[in-house]
T-cell receptor, first 111, second 111 residues
């Protein structure tokens, strides 16, 4: 299965800890997007990256959140000093300039 | 930013009935997409529309890209229990990163 891979699927963190979410795009895709979804809501765009470049981070909170897509390896969404309001499902999508295909998501719970 | 209004928010129908849902926007999009999300999973792309007026089918699903480029609808014919889920519309501009999602239509199908 060459789909978008995300891990972990579930992540529990205590307030103040760091959360690292990983995304491996579909084979041949060089565009990666991160979205956040709260319960009963749609997906909210966070950031768009290409290899080694952040193209658009207009949806990222100004503090504590960062994303990277290194030359080698998966894209990482990093949340520092998590708070309860960070609890959500985080989805990664990839594309090669067209439609975006989504991974299964990481469900982050902050206790 | 662009806002997508998706309706209805939820639908409860009998197996075998047809379903219709739509999305409208205050701004023009170049691509409309329809996704389905099952509980605990990422959205799965159902149909992508690229031209104003385009009508596209995928099995029992039919979607249209509105002439004004500000709306789209999705029809599901002869619904079955596995159609249950949340359906999201998404509009995309040429930037490719600027994809906005509707809030979703939650479909329940009673056998």
């Amino acid at each position: 299965n060459a789909g978008v891979m995300q891990n972990p699927r579930h992540l529990v963190r205590r307030r103040g800890q760091e959360a690292r979410l990983r995304c491996s795009p579909m084979k041949g895709h060089s565009h990666v997007y991160w979205y956040r979804q709260l319960p009963e809501e749609g997906l909210k765009f966070m950031v768009y990256l290409q290899k080694e470049n952040i193209i658009d981070e207009s949806g990222m909170p100004k503090e504590r959140f960062s994303a990277e897509f290194p030359k080698e390896g998966p894209s990482i969404l990093r949340i520092q000093q998590v708070v309860r309001g960070d609890s959500a499902a985080y989805f990664c999508a990839s594309s090669q300039g067209g439609e975006q295909y989504f991974g299964p998501g990481t469900r982050l719970t902050v206790t | 930013g662009q806002q997508l209004n998706q309706s209805p928010q939820s639908m409860f129908i009998q197996e075998g009935e047809d379903v219709s849902m739509n999305c409208t926007s205050s701004s023009i999009f170049n691509t409309w997409l329809w996704y389905k999300q099952d509980p605990g999973e990422g959205p799965v792309l159902l149909i992508a529309l690229y031209k104003a007026g385009e009508l596209t089918s995928n099995g029992r699903l039919t979607a249209q890209f509105g002439i004004t480029r500000k709306d789209s609808f999705l029809n599901i014919s002869a619904s079955i229990p596995s159609d249950v889920g949340i359906y999201f519309c998404a509009g995309q501009t040429y930037n490719n990163n600027d994809m906005r999602f509707g809030a979703g239509t939650r479909l329940t199908v009673k056998p």
